[in-house]
């Protein structure tokens, strides 16, 4: 079975040449734990996004020169929350200890347990949860903007962190400090080692709407909203493309890969 590899950010929609392979069955049953321990080792830092409907593993490659933070929009109830899980403990499945670690942003931490207790975490000190009600919350994105800024002008070469924020709507309740470094790091981060994947509820853009050109790379769930559709740039979609529940979608209409996300 083929594995590709994720180009699309910064503009560019194109699905790179595959280089990789590994073995698989029907991949409609297939759970995250068999399709990780079948991949081959990968040599960049990386995270399974999905698996494509005709059954091709959909890596992001972060260290590619394009990488770009990613949004995950839809309406509410269609797996947004899983996708992150599913990333989160690929990256750190598919990763050294030494390069990579995960910060997750949620205002439902009990949700992550099953990520906590995954036997696939090599080291559950790469993993961070904080919850959007904690008063460490408005700090830890400020913090983190310094340290990445730093690693970025003195061109250090330190562990890569993979942000998940879940929700970006709860951004809106922050000081105007922590919600400049979320933007900071959404448009600079991947530059300096931080990648970003946020979630958005579909019937929150309008509260955020400024935000979202901020994201090169979007993965669109259902949006039975024609008007958040169009808001999201993505009216050029074929009617019915956005409307099925267990699929999403990256690149844009015509040329947008679909994938749907493995059971943790």
Known sequence: MLLYNDPISEGKHEVS???SYFQV???K???LTHILCEMQPIEHRSALMGVTSAGLPFIRDFDSPVSSSVLIVGDAGIGKTHILKTISVSALYLNRVDDLRCTVLTHSPNEWFDVVSCNLIKDSTQLEIVSWADKIAKEILPQLANSV???LTHLQNKPGVLLIVDDLSQI???PDITQEALMWLIYYGPRAGCWPIVT???NRVDQINQWIDLFCTKL???VASPVVISKLGCSNYRVGELAERE???IGPSGNAVKIWIPML
Do not use: C, D, T, V
């Open 29 to 31: 049953k297939q759970e």
């Open 172 to 174: 809106m309740k922050y």
């Open 220 to 222: 669109i769930g259902r």
């Open 25 to 27: 069955h029907h991949p």
């Open 247 to 249: 699929f999403f979608y």
């Open 17 to 19: 040449n595959i280089y």
């Open 200 to 202: 958005l509820n579909a």
């Open 149 to 151: 800024e730093y690693q």
